[in-house]
């Protein structure tokens, strides 16, 4: 992977629609208490002719904790989030590092969109480490290992589908194969086969448990994205 380093914090403006309205909680008047408004989400679809659709309260929830997150990552001063620009696609877990109180993200510098999901990505991972999993992740308070990371995965498939459902952002391939796999239960499968050398016990747990998943889900995959899924190519 190529990078290209550069110290941002957090990107206050982004390219495209995909804007959380951050300004509204420093400016409206009991902003805390107050529901975002959102557009109703619209179906979304890719080359095969696979569409997704999205319940309007279901986003309306998500935007509302992605704008706390959003504030959390500018406001907070105990930490740093770093996206570094890659010259290629890049996956979720791509890179993450936590190095004292700085957390990296990488990200595909000719997917901008990607940014605020890879800043939330890297943002809970750093909640985790700082003690804070309670807070900001609190279906999973005492997740650890393959729950926990799962649970982070099923956050960043919301905030993707909330970009692409309710901001118009474009797709991208490698949060669009994450999105769809959670969307059609497939997300065990997509991070078992995408991650072989991780979570070893879980992994051998889920086969023996879902004896020919594997194979379903290796077609699924073809034939939504008309390639093989990571970790198969």
């Known amino acids: 992977m190529t990078l290209h380093t550069s110290r941002v914090r957090v990107g206050h403006t982004r390219s495209g629609g995909w804007t959380v309205a951050i300004c509204m909680l420093t400016v409206l008047a009991g ?113 650890a290992d393959y729950e926990l990371e799962r649970a982070i995965l099923e956050r960043i498939s919301d905030v993707w589908l909330l970009g692409r459902t309710v901001f118009d952002v474009p797709p991208y391939g490698p949060l669009d194969e994450l999105m769809y796999a959670n969307e059609e239960g497939f997300l065990d499968a997509f991070v078992f086969t995408a991650r072989p050398s991780e979570f070893a016990v879980e992994r051998t747990e889920w086969a023996r448990a879902n004896p020919g998943e594997t194979d379903r889900y290796r077609d699924w995959f073809l034939q939504t994205f008309n390639r093989d899924p990571p970790g198969l190519r």
């Open 31 to 143: 902003c805390a208490a107050a529901t975002p408004e959102i557009s109703p989400p619209r179906s979304i679809i890719i080359h095969s002719g696979a569409r997704l659709r999205a319940d309007h309260e279901r986003m309306t929830a998500v935007n509302e904790w992605v704008m706390r997150e959003q504030e959390n990552i500018i406001e907070d001063p105990s930490f740093m989030v770093l996206t570094p620009m890659a010259v290629e696609d890049v996956y979720i877990w791509d890179g993450l590092e936590i190095e004292g109180d700085t957390v990296t993200s990488p990200m595909n510098a000719s997917a901008m969109d990607s940014r605020l999901v890879h800043e939330i990505y890297a943002h809970l991972h750093m909640m985790v480490d700082m003690g804070r999993q309670d807070e900001w992740l609190p279906e999973a308070p005492e997740a």
